[in-house]
């Protein structure tokens, strides 16, 4: 959803995730309920949430987890722009949560931070998007019950491309020349973010590359890879990208603004874009880089964990169990119903009905046609390694090629403590 994805943390806020999730892996215990929470019977088990933009999400949650009978669950929602902050701190002391939302990464569980939920996942896993659960899986087990997917793309408005005389690209180059023709002194021809890290990993792919091998190799560092990064340093110079909005890519208001006439932003906003902008808006997938590359569609999104050094495991998974996996009106709604997202579950992706028609059928489509998912060993700090790549070459025209080698050297280092 639009307040935060795997790719939206700001670089301050994801250095101190990374050195978060390091320091959990050090502790031999940490983390217990107290007993938060009062009135009705059972446990007490306490969830955190990240502050979700769209409307209505919080009372929402609060409304599930009253629904729940058999423990007092409290939900801790979380403001600002330092969720991963907050919830590695908490989940440090004694005050840490039962449940809480993030993304898959292998340090959680590398650490033993996170519950193996294997078992209550099993019966239902055929049901879920197999992407999904692969990339929650580690050594045979799976770890987290996907919530949402949401995929990201580019959106525009069709009547400024009318205007310009702009078909919609398919490649990168076509993108920048597109951003050149819709540039006026009022409109910026596209917005990728203010720090241009929301576009790391469809870089990557579009140019046939990945981020790691099936082997957990660094895959990333391709001649393609490089050149992209070349061409975004002539987007970046050319004074046709939008720099500095008041918002981050996530948050939709550049283009209903009128700020740019193509936004990278997520399927999450198409209710606010279309409720401003009415029939003018479409969509399109990041086009490829290269001849051997292909369009591609990230996919971020949430996922509910367990922490498992909780003093209640077994009645938090019981909680996750319910919500995420036996109610599925509660996760319709949940995905559809503040903004636009795609259950993971195959049955509601298959049922939901504000997805088929539309734009939102559109991007189901693209989803399903050119969408990548996170890989669990891509780790925070690789992350981070190759948001240098882009601060280096593309805002301050260092050698692409220097650069991606610089990452590849860290993210080797990374993997050998991961996996030897």
């Given at each position: 959803?639009?307040?935060?994805?795997?790719?939206?943390?700001?670089?301050?806020?994801?250095?101190?995730?990374?050195m978060?999730?390091?320091?959990?892996?050090?502790?031999?215990?940490?983390?217990?309920?107290?007993?938060?929470?009062?009135?009705?019977?059972?446990?007490?088990?306490?969830?955190?949430?990240?502050a979700?933009?769209?409307?209505?999400?919080?009372?929402?949650?609060?409304?599930?987890?009253?629904?729940?009978?058999?423990?007092?669950?409290?939900?801790?929602?979380?403001?600002?722009?330092?969720?991963?902050?907050?919830?590695?701190?908490?989940?440090?002391?004694?005050?840490?949560p039962?449940?809480?939302?993030?993304?898959?990464?292998?340090?959680?569980?590398?650490?033993?931070?996170?519950?193996?939920?294997?078992?209550?996942?099993?019966?239902?896993?055929?049901?879920?998007?197999?992407a999904?659960?692969?990339?929650?899986?580690?050594?045979?087990?799976?770890?987290?019950?996907?919530?949402i997917?949401?995929?990201?793309?580019?959106?525009?408005?069709?009547?400024?491309?009318?205007?310009?005389?702009?078909?919609?690209?398919?490649?990168?180059?076509?993108?920048i020349?597109?951003?050149?023709?819709?540039?006026?002194?009022k409109?910026?021809?596209?917005?990728?973010?203010?720090?241009?890290?929301?576009?790391?990993?469809?870089?990557i792919?579009?140019?046939?590359?990945?981020?790691?091998?099936?082997?957990?190799?660094?895959?990333?560092?391709?001649?393609?890879?490089?050149?992209?990064l070349?061409?975004?340093?002539?987007?970046?110079?050319?004074?046709?990208l939008?720099?500095?909005?008041p918002?981050?890519?996530?948050?939709?208001?550049?283009l209903?603004?009128?700020?740019?006439?193509?936004?990278?932003?997520?399927?999450?906003?198409?209710?606010?874009m279309?409720?401003a902008?009415?029939?003018?808006?479409?969509?399109?997938?990041?086009?490829?880089?290269?001849?051997?590359?292909?369009?591609?569609?990230?996919?971020?999104?949430?996922?509910?964990?367990?922490?498992?050094?909780?003093?209640?495991?077994?009645?938090?998974?019981?909680?996750?169990?319910?919500?995420?996996?036996?109610?599925?009106?509660?996760?319709?709604?949940?995905?559809?119903?503040?903004?636009?997202?795609?259950?993971?579950?195959?049955?509601?992706?298959?049922?939901?009905?504000?997805?088929?028609?539309?734009?939102?059928?559109?991007g189901?489509?693209?989803?399903?046609?050119?969408?990548?998912?996170?890989?669990?060993?891509?780790?925070?700090?690789?992350?981070?390694a190759?948001?240098d790549?882009i601060a280096?070459?593309?805002?301050?025209?260092?050698?692409?090629?220097?650069?991606?080698?610089?990452?590849?050297?860290?993210?080797?280092?990374?993997?050998?403590?991961?996996?030897?």
């Amino acid at each position: 959803m639009s307040a935060f994805s795997n790719t939206n943390m700001d670089r301050r806020t994801l250095m101190r995730a990374a050195m978060g999730l390091a320091a959990a892996g050090g502790l031999a215990a940490c983390g217990s309920n107290t007993g938060r929470g009062s009135g009705g019977s059972g446990d007490g088990l306490v969830q955190y949430f990240h502050a979700y933009g769209e409307a209505g999400v919080e009372q929402a949650v609060k409304r599930y987890a009253k629904a729940y009978k058999d423990a007092n669950v409290t939900t801790q929602w979380i403001t600002g722009n330092n969720f991963e902050q907050k919830l590695f701190a908490a989940l440090l002391t004694d005050n840490a949560p039962d449940v809480f939302e993030f993304h898959p990464q292998i340090q959680l569980v590398k650490s033993g931070q996170v519950a193996d939920l294997t078992d209550i996942i099993e019966p239902v896993k055929d049901d879920f998007n197999q992407a999904d659960i692969k990339s929650h899986t580690v050594d045979g087990k799976i770890y987290g019950v996907r919530m949402i997917d949401d995929p990201q793309f580019f959106f525009y408005r069709p009547s400024l491309f009318k205007k310009a005389g702009v078909e919609v690209p398919t490649t990168l180059e076509e993108l920048i020349e597109a951003a050149d023709k819709l540039t006026t002194s009022k409109v910026k021809g596209i917005f990728l973010g203010n720090d241009l890290t929301a576009i790391d990993r469809p870089l990557i792919w579009s140019a046939g590359a990945d981020t790691l091998t099936e082997d957990n190799k660094p895959a990333f560092n391709t001649d393609a890879v490089a050149d992209g990064l070349k061409q975004l340093r002539s987007l970046f110079t050319s004074g046709n990208l939008l720099l500095d909005a008041p918002a981050d890519s996530w948050d939709p208001s550049a283009l209903i603004q009128g700020l740019t006439a193509i936004q990278w932003c997520g399927m999450w906003a198409m209710p606010a874009m279309q409720k401003a902008l009415g029939d003018d808006i479409g969509i399109f997938p990041f086009p490829k880089v290269g001849s051997a590359g292909k369009q591609s569609v990230y996919n971020g999104g949430w996922s509910m964990f367990v922490n498992a050094k909780s003093k209640n495991v077994e009645a938090a998974k019981a909680y996750v169990k319910w919500l995420w996996i036996e109610q599925k009106k509660y996760q319709e709604d949940f995905a559809t119903s503040y903004g636009f997202h795609i259950p993971p579950r195959t049955s509601l992706a298959q049922s939901a009905t504000k997805l088929k028609s539309g734009l939102p059928a559109e991007g189901v489509k693209l989803f399903n046609e050119f969408g990548h998912f996170d890989n669990i060993g891509w780790t925070q700090a690789m992350i981070a390694a190759f948001w240098d790549v882009i601060a280096n070459t593309v805002r301050k025209n260092g050698d692409p090629k220097a650069a991606l080698d610089a990452c590849e050297k860290k993210v080797d280092a990374e993997l050998k403590k991961l996996f030897g």
